[in-house]
Structure formats: C-alpha cells, structure tokens
C-alpha cells in the first residue's frame, strides 16, 4: 500500500527544506513509523522552492506553493499545480492529509486524484467554524471530499459532526496525533542537568496561556502544599501570555514563592533531563489536540496528574496512569496531586513506561494508522 502525506503548512521563515524537516519531527516521525508498520511512505511539503530529499527510507518532495517573499499566506483558492503533479506522480493508495484548515485543497486535490485513492485528513487541535457563516457553510462542502478523519479521541469529532463538517458517510478513527523518541535518563543525571528539586518534583510543561490555565494549577499546587510541604513545581514553558499574571500570583503567596520556580524556554535536546528528574506531570488545558508534552512525560516515566479533557484521557487509557481532574477545579487539581503524590513511585513511574510503550509509542502509532489506513481504502474501493 503506498500513503503519500501531504502537508499544506510550513514556517515560511525557515529558508532551507533541510531544516524544515528537523522542525516538523512530528510529520517525520510519522512517515518513519507507518513505514515501519508495512506501508510505502512519501512526504509532499508545501515550501517555497521545489526540492527533494531522502531522509531515513522516506522521499520528501518540497513544491512551490508561489507564497510571497514576505512570508504571508498565499491565495487559498489558488491551485497547487505542482504539489498536485507530485502526488500524482507518486501513486498513491492513500493520501494523508495534515489539519482540517485546508478544506479548498483538499477538495481541489480529490477532483485531481484517480477514483479510487482514498484520502484521509488529520485533525491538529483544529477550531470548529461556525456553524451558520457562509465560510462554515462552503467549508463544509469542501471537506466532503475526505474519505476519513482522524482524531486523537473520537469524542472531538462530535463537535464537527453536529455542525456537519463531518457526514454521517464519513469515518472517523482514533488514532494518537504524534509520539516521540525521547528516552528516560538516570535520575541524578537528570537532577543536576536540570537543577530540578522537590519531594516530590513536580514539572508542567506548556504554554502561560488561558487554554492551558496555569492560574488554576498554580491555585490547586498551593493547595496541595499543605500536605506536601517539600514540593516543588518547576514550569517550563515557551510561550508566556500569562507570565506577569503568574508571577503576580506567585509573588503573592509565600508558599508559591518558595515552591515554584519558572524556567522559561527549554532547548528540546534538554527536555528528557526534565523530565526524568521529575515525579509528577502537571497540566490544567481546557482542550488539546493530543499533548506533545505529555506524551514526552510519559515516555520518560512521569506520573500524569491532568485534566480530564478528551486527548488526555485517550493518552492516559481514561487515567489508568496517574490521575484525572475537572477543568478550572482547583481544589480537585490538589487533590489529586496529593494522591498520586502518596502512591508508590518506583511502581508507578514502571506503570507509567509500560503504559507508553505499549500505548503511546511511534511503532504502536504506526501500526494502528495501517490499520486504519487499510480499512479507508478498502471502504474506498468497495
């Protein structure tokens, strides 16, 4: 069976289609772990010159999309010719297509495929459109053209099947949005590589931002240093929306200001020290796409401690690992810091990294998009 990914997106600021690979592990890793898993891979990337390069048994073909020189978009409804001869000329089984944003493409690209390739489309943390506008109206049109759509978790389709982006003729599958390679390091090394503390250590990894709702966690680990009184929440993040408003709080409070330390930006290439320092995993999002950084949590033997949103429960098996709470309750956050807290951590972190390999890795990713793949296709062609 061969796939043919194709990606409309790139950075526009990133001059080189080398690099733009080493930026987009997620649509690397993917490639390699479907191939792994039995199928014939290649990669169409959207760029703004044309190129081609081998990497790691997959054949990225880079096409034009005529973005302008300033790095803004381009016309949508203008017909992506080459990226379309690529496809065509790769013959494909299968076309996966990356996020529901390019629904003119999408369809443009169906009406220049053979019959019977199937194609599937890639939810990325995707926003509903509004239902009633007229741009959610021919949207809908357009994205009748897929086959299926993936998901992290079925349950966040629902809301694109009630506002019929999503008919009831097309499929939806669950399938986990990324994976990652990161591998747990010594404990010790890792403390002192990361200067990371606590009894227990705890570590959020994401955006100061109100989707990720950093005042609640901050709010819940106060809370819960009342009876974890050594604990120390170290907070990495890239993005900082809410850095004055989260500096504020935690200047406010004593405990926080003895318990809480901010790190800022991480080199990735760092990341594994963090995390393999760390007991607990800590995040308050109000919605995920997946969650990179849980996922890279559990690869390393943290014990998630998250709300209990859909992508969380799918990648922690509906909190058989560490622990779920409702969004925006704090008192919830504590409390189920302080429970995962008092459970046996050598047994848990154990839990935690059979978890992954046997749910969450790049071959078990691959393997359930061939399945899924398989199916599409022959639904397709019957």
């Not at 429960?313 to 409390?335: E, F, N, V």
């Amino acid at each position: 069976m061969k796939i043919v990914q194709v990606n409309y997106a790139y950075a526009a600021q990133v001059s080189d289609h080398a690099a733009l690979l080493d930026r987009y592990d997620t649509l690397t890793g993917w490639s390699e772990a479907v191939a792994g898993a039995g199928a014939e891979v290649s990669v169409v990337q959207a760029f703004h010159y044309d190129a081609q390069l081998a990497h790691n048994g997959i054949e990225y073909m880079f096409c034009a999309d005529a973005r302008p020189s300033d790095g803004a978009s381009p016309r949508r409804w203008r017909r992506p010719r080459t990226l379309e001869a690529a496809v065509l000329a790769a013959k494909p089984d299968l076309i996966h297509v990356n996020s529901l944003e390019f629904a003119p493409e999408i369809w443009l690209l169906r009406r220049a495929l053979p019959r019977q390739v199937a194609v599937v489309v890639q939810d990325h943390a995707n926003a509903v459109p509004r239902s009633f506008s007229l741009k959610g109206a021919v949207r809908r049109r357009l994205l009748g053209a897929a086959d299926a759509f993936l998901f992290t978790s079925t349950e966040q389709a629902l809301p694109w099947q009630s506002n019929g982006f999503i008919s009831d003729k097309q499929r939806v599958y669950a399938v986990l949005e990324s994976s990652t390679t990161l591998k747990p390091m010594d404990r010790e090394t890792a403390r002192s590589i990361s200067r990371t503390r606590g009894r227990p250590s705890i570590l959020w990894v994401g955006r100061l931002n109100s989707i990720k709702d950093p005042m609640t966690v901050l709010q819940g680990f106060e809370r819960a240093l009342e009876s974890l009184p050594e604990a120390i929440l170290t907070m990495v993040y890239g993005e900082d929306d809410l850095l004055p408003a989260v500096r504020r709080r935690v200047s406010e409070s004593p405990a926080l200001a003895r318990s809480v330390r901010l790190v800022g930006r991480v080199p990735h290439d760092q990341m594994a020290a963090f995390y393999s320092a760390a007991d607990l995993f800590v995040l308050g999002s109000a919605r995920e796409g997946s969650g990179y950084s849980l996922i890279e949590a559990c690869a390393c033997g943290v014990v998630p401690v998250v709300t209990n949103i859909p992508s969380f429960r799918a990648i922690t098996g509906k909190g058989t690992i560490g622990a779920l709470w409702p969004h925006g309750d704090a008192a919830r956050c504590a409390q189920a810091i302080v429970d995962v807290a008092s459970r046996d951590r050598g047994e848990e972190r154990r839990r935690v990294l059979t978890h992954f390999d046997q749910h969450l890795s790049w071959p078990v990713v691959g393997a359930c998009a061939v399945a899924i793949y398989r199916d599409v296709r022959t639904s397709r062609r019957s």
